[in-house]
């Protein structure tokens, strides 16, 4: 069954037929564009290159990106592409040591479902990554626009790549004015239109990069855009409007208590946390849940020279949390826990909240 064409995307093509000759005349503006001014990434084959992208690496690097920035990803998918050159290498590591690797990037959901997907590769696919949508969709953390970027980057399929970068540039090219993310699949319609059939990998990363380089969310470089022509909102002069976002309801505080508890030997309780949820299957100081009122903080096991050490603050995407630090001694030691040496704690897969609660004590002890 043919989806129905609407008034707005009608209206898009008219105006692009007007102003670039057709949706056609805009792809290859910004394809010339891109085959001048396109990014240098360690991931990336370079436009008019004859070398074929490498699936791991474009799988590993959109991993990475989710909600990160380049100039981040880059030093951590070196560091991955020295330690683990193949998904063979990364579905045959321990998921501690992926975990550790990834320290600093957040979101560790990512981490967790990076070793489920090059596990499910190498068992089920031979090593090989599907080169389709929906096979890709069916892996681990694969949703719709990593899939579509894969299939549109390593395999050269046309496919509608849509990220932050890419509802931006359509946004103002096509003055939809209506908020994210409800403006989200009125974008995807109209980014299909110059989405081509030839050329679909390039075409994916040139307009990223014009969203990255020149459509910025500030001070876009209009004067140097190779769809400046055809853009509704430079024409409305509404371009620092877009893309309208929904007003971001207020982020709840939580609390709760975490102990920093030593053996007779200087050595501190860890445990794991549980495999899915927040931080899953990270390393952390025992303590309590993290809600709204605090909540029973007892120590997980008898102890002895009680303290308050401080407090520490930590930003989560969609919390504030406040934990109260304290200390103590004790001989005892849960089945689940392990005892570690304080200065071995870099060797630990520890999220940045329970490093700040490390550096609270090592500053309350100097």
């Given at each position: 069954?043919?989806?129905?064409?609407?008034?707005r995307?009608k209206?898009?093509?008219?105006?692009?037929?007007?102003?670039?000759?057709s949706?056609a005349?805009?792809?290859l503006a910004l394809?010339?564009w891109?085959?001048?001014?396109?990014?240098t990434?360690?991931?990336?084959?370079?436009?008019?290159?004859?070398?074929?992208?490498?699936?791991?690496?474009?799988?590993?690097?959109?991993?990475?990106?989710?909600?990160?920035?380049?100039?981040?990803v880059?030093?951590?998918?070196a560091?991955?592409?020295d330690r683990?050159?193949?998904?063979?290498?990364?579905?045959?590591?321990?998921l501690?040591?992926?975990l550790?690797a990834?320290?600093?990037l957040?979101?560790?959901?990512?981490?967790?479902?990076?070793?489920?997907?090059?596990?499910?590769?190498?068992?089920?696919?031979?090593g090989?990554?599907?080169?389709?949508?929906?096979?890709?969709?069916a892996?681990?953390?694969?949703?719709?626009y990593?899939a579509?970027?894969?299939?549109?980057?390593?395999?050269?399929?046309p496919?509608?790549?849509v990220?932050g970068?890419?509802?931006?540039?359509?946004?103002?090219?096509?003055?939809?004015?209506e908020?994210?993310?409800?403006a989200?699949p009125?974008l995807?319609?109209?980014?299909?239109?110059?989405t081509?059939?030839?050329r679909?990998?390039?075409y994916?990363?040139?307009?990223?990069?014009?969203?990255a380089?020149v459509?910025?969310?500030?001070?876009?470089a209009?004067?140097?855009?190779?769809?400046?022509?055809a853009c509704?909102a430079?024409?409305?002069?509404?371009?620092?409007?877009?893309p309208?976002?929904a007003r971001?309801?207020a982020?709840?505080?939580l609390?709760g208590?975490?102990?920093w508890?030593?053996?007779?030997?200087?050595?501190?309780?860890?445990?794991r946390r549980?495999?899915?949820?927040?931080?899953?299957?990270?390393?952390?100081?025992p303590?309590?849940?993290?809600k709204?009122?605090?909540?029973?903080?007892?120590?997980?096991?008898?102890?002895?020279?009680?303290?308050?050490?401080?407090?520490?603050?930590?930003?989560?995407?969609?919390?504030?949390?406040?934990?109260?630090?304290?200390a103590?001694?004790t001989?005892?030691?849960?089945?689940?826990?392990?005892?570690a040496?304080?200065?071995a704690?870099?060797?630990?897969?520890?999220?940045?909240?329970?490093?700040?609660?490390a550096?609270?004590?090592?500053?309350?002890?100097?």
């Amino acid at each position: 069954m043919a989806i129905r064409t609407t008034t707005r995307e009608k209206d898009a093509v008219a105006r692009l037929n007007r102003h670039l000759g057709s949706p056609a005349g805009a792809t290859l503006a910004l394809l010339s564009w891109y085959d001048r001014h396109a990014r240098t990434l360690p991931w990336r084959v370079a436009p008019g290159s004859p070398e074929a992208p490498d699936t791991y690496q474009v799988w590993l690097s959109e991993i990475m990106l989710q909600q990160t920035t380049v100039a981040t990803v880059k030093g951590y998918f070196a560091r991955f592409l020295d330690r683990w050159p193949a998904v063979q290498d990364l579905a045959a590591s321990s998921l501690d040591d992926i975990l550790h690797a990834w320290q600093g990037l957040g979101y560790y959901a990512r981490a967790r479902n990076l070793h489920k997907c090059a596990q499910v590769i190498v068992r089920d696919h031979g090593g090989q990554f599907p080169g389709d949508e929906d096979s890709l969709r069916a892996l681990p953390g694969i949703g719709a626009y990593t899939a579509a970027a894969i299939a549109a980057i390593a395999f050269d399929r046309p496919a509608v790549v849509v990220d932050g970068n890419v509802e931006r540039v359509v946004a103002r090219l096509h003055a939809v004015e209506e908020p994210l993310p409800d403006a989200r699949p009125i974008l995807k319609r109209l980014a299909a239109i110059t989405t081509p059939m030839a050329r679909a990998g390039d075409y994916a990363q040139a307009i990223m990069d014009l969203g990255a380089t020149v459509c910025t969310p500030r001070a876009p470089a209009c004067r140097t855009c190779p769809l400046t022509n055809a853009c509704a909102a430079r024409l409305r002069g509404i371009v620092g409007e877009l893309p309208r976002k929904a007003r971001k309801k207020a982020r709840p505080t939580l609390v709760g208590v975490v102990w920093w508890i030593e053996d007779p030997e200087g050595r501190v309780m860890l445990r794991r946390r549980p495999e899915s949820g927040l931080l899953g299957g990270m390393m952390e100081f025992p303590g309590s849940p993290w809600k709204e009122e605090l909540p029973d903080g007892s120590a997980p096991v008898p102890i002895r020279d009680e303290h308050q050490v401080g407090i520490v603050t930590h930003a989560f995407t969609h919390f504030r949390l406040d934990l109260i630090v304290r200390a103590a001694q004790t001989t005892a030691l849960p089945e689940e826990a392990v005892w570690a040496d304080p200065k071995a704690l870099h060797q630990y897969a520890l999220p940045t909240v329970m490093k700040k609660v490390a550096q609270v004590v090592s500053q309350a002890r100097t």
